[in-house]
């Protein structure tokens, strides 16, 4: 559980905007790994714009993990029906600096799991770029093994090879 105040809820554009924006100053490690850029605006736009192939940007869940002052130290997107009709996606889950490590992705990735439960998912998948070795120790450590490695994708400036690992969920059994 967060710590005593914390709490995760969905994102709003744009009333989250500003938040966000210094969530991703904050965690512009990753974003500049990721683009090869600084986090902007446009940063922000895309969480909210994106979706997977053939799927409604508004039928993406984004949440945010917030303090008990109200600032976001952590951003997670899935999304369903992609790559299969049963299938959830989870597009990205980061956590400040300063909690990386200390138990609040398996919290966030709980929270996503469960959703895809829910939602009657098989499975889950992530992508993870291919020099981000300490995220891909994370998802396997979290039961996701390796499935393919994509060609090299560019976003921003930067291209990477992506990694797509692949969870299978046990449904709940109906009596």
Request: with cysteine; glycine share 8%.
């Amino acid at each position: 559980m967060p710590h005593a105040g914390w709490i995760i809820r969905d994102l709003n554009d744009p009333d989250d905007r500003p938040s966000l924006r210094d969530f991703y100053e904050r965690a512009q490690d990753y974003i500049i790994l990721e683009t090869g850029l600084a986090p902007s605006d446009e940063t922000i736009d895309e969480l909210f714009q994106n979706a997977p192939p053939g799927g409604d940007p508004a039928e993406c869940i984004r949440l945010g993990l917030f303090d008990d002052r109200g600032a976001i130290q952590g951003v997670c997107e899935q999304s369903f029906g992609y790559p299969n009709p049963d299938s959830s996606y989870l597009g990205l889950l980061i956590l400040s600096p300063e909690l990386r490590g200390s138990g609040y992705g398996p919290i966030l990735f709980e929270r996503m799991k469960n959703t895809a439960v829910e939602n009657n998912c098989s499975e889950l998948f992530v992508a993870v770029l291919a020099p981000n070795t300490r995220g891909r120790a994370f998802w396997e450590r979290m039961g996701f093994t390796f499935e393919l490695s994509s060609d090299p994708i560019t976003t921003g400036v930067a291209t990477h090879v992506r990694h797509r690992l692949r969870l299978e969920l046990k449904r709940p059994q109906t009596p």
